[in-house]
């Protein structure tokens, strides 16, 4: 601020009030673009932990598994000719999304509370910790195929429509695991793995995938 500046905010003091008005709206502004990627994140979490609370034990039972021959299916998608995916805009921006949404609840509702322990037979809660991690399997798995849908609209994320493939029919089988009660670690670990292997691809191709918070 010059002279001149100083002396007219000192005679009009409105002035400075706007001046500072305009300051602080700037600041908010760049708050809500910084939190706008984890309250969305949050937001998909938030979704998962409803399924588990509204899905009965015996609709997961039913339907918690995509329907048979769905791996297959998904095989000859990522296998064909991604030309003929419907177009989806903005698909490097809408990859991220439904890729972070994916990986973050499959690690927050399924991963860490296995490695907790609780999906131990005579574990606390070990029956609400189950039925949270099927219908967060079912949201983990529709994210991932959003994420293939994306993958195909851009070439730069067309290489990893495979390996997104690969990631779906292991978060089925982990489903059907799960729904048995008898989930391993090597049945966890797998797609785990998938995730990071994943993650430094897309951060290779441009599309950097944060972990959700829960």
């Known amino acids: 601020m010059d002279l001149t500046d100083y002396t007219s905010e000192l005679t009009d003091p409105d002035r400075g009030?706007?001046?500072q008005v305009r300051h602080t709206r700037g600041a908010a502004v760049g708050r809500r673009s910084f939190?706008?990627?984890?309250?969305l994140c949050r937001l998909g979490t938030a979704v998962a932990l409803s399924l588990c609370?509204?899905?009965s034990v015996g609709s997961l039972m039913s339907a918690g598994s995509p329907p048979a021959g769905a791996a297959t299916r998904a095989v000859a998608v990522s296998c064909g000719d991604t030309s003929a995916a419907n177009h989806v805009k903005a698909p490097k921006t809408k990859f991220v999304i439904h890729s972070a949404l994916a990986f973050g609840?499959?690690?927050h509702f399924i991963y860490k509370p296995f490695k907790a322990g609780q999906f131990k037979h005579g574990a606390h809660g070990r029956t609400f910790a189950l039925i949270k991690a099927a219908a967060s399997g079912l949201f983990v798995y529709h994210e991932v195929h959003k994420a293939i849908t994306a993958a195909q609209s851009d070439p730069t994320l067309s290489h990893l429509v495979?390996?997104?493939?690969?990631?779906?029919?292991?978060i089925s089988k982990v489903g059907d695991r799960i729904k048995g009660g008898n989930v391993s670690a090597q049945d966890l670990e797998n797609p785990q793995s998938q995730i990071s292997n994943l993650r430094s691809q897309a951060s290779a191709a441009g599309a950097h995938i944060e972990d959700c918070a829960a």
Do not use: G, K, M
């Open 17 to 19: 009030n706007e001046e």
């Open 35 to 39: 939190s706008a990627r984890e309250r």
């Open 53 to 55: 609370l509204t899905l």
């Open 105 to 107: 609840v499959f690690h």
């Open 162 to 170: 495979a390996p997104l493939t690969s990631l779906q029919i292991a």
